[in-house]
């Protein structure tokens, strides 16, 4: 497969160490793209549910393919988020190509991007962190049982189902805290006159001009790679949200089945990763 070239990929919300990580999907996009720089923005390494019972070679991997595109010329910037917090007292730390940030300033053609997790606007990450915490293992959980049965679904022939979308969609507290966290973070942008604003942590992917009465910016959500497996990329002085599609990298002479989700596609461009 011929890698692709990319300006600038952002990645959030891995969670490696957790069983719904999707880590052999995520290395398999990682090997078909050569980014000139690599920004993970938050929650790549799970620490608040790292157990050392659980984690696996695939997980491992994507921090060895990480660290080659690093040595390889790529610029990573890491941007700590709550589960891995613990990294914050690192903060400002380079290594040769890698950066360990907080939050991000980018000039990208002229146009500022403002780049950070988004955790510091979750009242329950600050406030009350046990039950942020216990509300993360039984996510973790809710996402291995929903991957169960949706391989059960596949072997019938049928759609796959996200109970943890269902969940969000059908609670009007939790579309009330999406919604909060989007205008809470693009009215800041706009006071602070950025052109770009890039978030992660809600898993929620989403490109959006937002409005207020002092001006305009675009929203990013670059989504996460446990329900969603999205990635943002900025090409031409262009944002588009790619989403993971299992058919784009299948073998002819060299294909291994493996558990997969499909999912709706969030963009109308496609992207070209063609052998």
Same mark, same amino acid.
């Given at each position: ?5 990319? *300006?600038?990929? @952002? ?12 880590? @052999? ?23 608040w549910q790292f157990r050392k019972s659980y984690f696996p070679s695939t997980h491992l991997k994507i921090i060895q393919k990480i660290m080659s595109l690093a040595s390889k010329g790529t610029k990573v910037y890491y941007i700590t988020g709550n589960h891995d917090e613990m990294l914050r007292k690192f903060s400002e730390m380079n290594l040769g190509n890698i950066s360990l940030l907080d939050k991000l300033v980018l000039d990208l053609d002229g146009k !500022? ?11 329950? @990450?600050?406030?009350? !962190?046990?039950?942020?915490?216990? =509300? =993360? !293992? ?15 679904? $596949?072997?019938? =022939? ?6 943890? $979308? ?8 939790? @579309?009330? &805290?999406?919604?909060?966290? #989007? *205008? ?6 706009? *006071? ?8 992660? &942590?809600?898993? #929620? ?5 937002? #409005? ?30 790619? &989403? ?12 291994? #089945? ?18």
């Open positions: 497969m011929k890698k692709r070239k990319v *300006e600038l990929v @952002v990645l959030s919300d891995i969670h490696l160490g957790t069983y719904g990580s999707h880590a @052999v999907e995520l290395n398999k996009y990682l090997s078909s793209i050569k980014p000139k720089t690599l920004i993970l923005n938050g929650d790549i390494i799970d620490i !500022k991007a403002w780049i950070f997790h988004g955790d510091i606007f979750d009242a329950s @990450v600050h406030h009350a !962190k046990w039950i942020a915490k216990l =509300g =993360g !293992k039984g996510y973790d959980y809710l996402i291995l049982f929903n991957r169960l049965i949706n391989w059960f679904l $596949k072997k019938l =022939g049928r759609e796959p189902y996200s109970f943890s $979308k269902k969940i969000k969609a059908s609670v009007k507290k939790a @579309v009330k &805290h999406i919604s909060d966290f #989007e *205008e809470t973070a693009t009215d800041l942008a706009i *006071e602070q006159k950025y052109d770009y604003v890039l978030c992660g &942590h809600i898993h #929620e992917p989403k490109i959006i001009l937002k #409005e207020n009465n002092h001006g305009s910016t675009l929203y990013l959500n670059s989504g996460d790679w446990v329900e969603n497996l999205t990635a943002l990329e900025y090409n031409n002085k262009r944002w588009k949200l790619y &989403h993971y599609k299992e058919s784009d990298y299948i073998e002819d002479d060299n294909f291994m #089945e493996i558990e997969h989700l499909t999912y709706q596609h969030l963009s109308q461009t496609t992207v070209n990763n063609q052998k």
